[in-house]
């Protein structure tokens, strides 16, 4: 799980370090690689979309094939963003368990998320 901060904290290291380019925080305008909009639009990154009538949090990915690679960016606006799975850095990792807020959460599309207080 990754806060917008951490997201272009990351961003802005990996452009920095492989293509020397400087991140400016305006992703609509930046001439580096957006490669969280790339694992969004390819599904594996998530965001989490509020139910206003319930006030609960669901996982939204974007199922393969769905949106294209472009060069801009079009990560959404999030409180949180959750990486696919299949991106763990355990390859013995069973299952899609993450624990998040003290909770071991599923990861996945259209799964609840619990939110922190």
Do not use: W
């Amino acid at each position: 799980m990754l806060t917008k901060d951490e997201i272009h904290k990351v961003c802005a290291a990996y452009n920095l370090h492989i293509k020397n380019v400087d991140c400016n925080r305006d992703c609509k305008n930046c001439k580096g690689t957006h490669v969280f909009c790339t694992l969004y639009n390819i599904g594996l990154c998530g965001i989490i979309k509020i139910k206003y009538l319930n006030n609960t949090y669901t996982q939204s990915f974007v199922d393969a094939g769905e949106k294209h690679i472009i060069a801009q960016c079009s990560l959404p606006d999030s409180k949180y963003y959750l990486l696919h799975p299949c991106l763990n850095d355990d390859p013995f990792s069973t299952g899609k368990n993450l624990r998040i807020n003290g909770l071991d959460q599923i990861i996945g599309d259209g799964y609840q998320f619990i939110m922190d207080s």
